[in-house]
């Protein structure tokens, strides 16, 4: 495979397109708390975790330089929607629309849930992006599947380590907020390993058609 960086793609272009409405639509679906027998869940597990599986595709075939790019565009654009939706929910509504409650309950996110959120994100994303990588070149390209957990896995309990007891510590019971941190690794992770099979023959296509297979010898991982 050549290792050379090609301009960016179309395939690229959308992966990265996914990733950031993913995430955009994860913090609006994170309004609504769900219970699925005994895991307590937010309904942006929907969506959340294809996020990941687009980091994932994104790292092994690009490289850790092309993901951490995605992930600071998804960063910027989560940042902008947060704070537009914000001003709109400032801003006064006509004397005739009565659904105020209804706009705030689902764009008027609190200060500490948006830091939170953005927290977790970059640290999850980024040491996602960086389990893949590392495990890529160790593996010397092979055992795609255990790196692509295993990031899932180091990815996830990063983010939501982070996301819950900031978001919601002191407002949730401790022993439901360890059981929301614990089912949403479990749930994403269950999710990843659904959408393997899928994911490696997407994976496949995309290095035999871009032409393109990464490694990060020599990569100097920076979060910047």
């Not at 050379?4 to 996914?18: A, D, H, I």
């Not at 595709?57 to 947060?82: D, L, P, Q, S």
């Amino acid at each position: 495979m050549n290792n050379k960086q090609e301009p960016v793609s179309v395939t690229f272009m959308l992966l990265g397109v996914t990733f950031c409405v993913c995430l955009i639509l994860a913090n609006l679906l994170a309004t609504k708390q769900i219970q699925f027998g005994p895991l307590n869940l937010t309904t942006g597990v929907l969506v959340f975790p294809i996020s990941y599986v687009a980091n994932d595709c994104i790292t092994e075939v690009w490289g850790y330089r092309r993901a951490k790019f995605i992930i600071w565009t998804g960063f910027v654009m989560n940042f902008a929607f947060v704070l537009l939706a914000w001003l709109a929910d400032l801003i006064p509504g006509a004397p005739y629309w009565t659904n105020q409650d209804g706009f705030h309950a689902l764009f008027g996110l609190a200060p500490r849930v948006a830091l939170a959120s953005f927290a977790a994100f970059i640290v999850g994303s980024l040491l996602n992006a960086y389990v893949m990588s590392r495990m890529k070149i160790h593996d010397k390209g092979h055992r795609f599947s255990l790196r692509a957990i295993a990031s899932t896995v180091v990815g996830e309990l990063s983010d939501s380590l982070i996301f819950f007891p900031i978001a919601l510590g002191g407002i949730v019971p401790k022993e439901n907020l360890a059981l929301m941190i614990v089912s949403q690794v479990v749930v994403k992770t269950l999710y990843e390993v659904v959408m393997l099979p899928a994911t490696i023959r997407f994976v496949a296509w995309l290095k035999r058609t871009e032409g393109v297979d990464v490694y990060d010898e020599g990569v100097r991982y920076s979060v910047l």
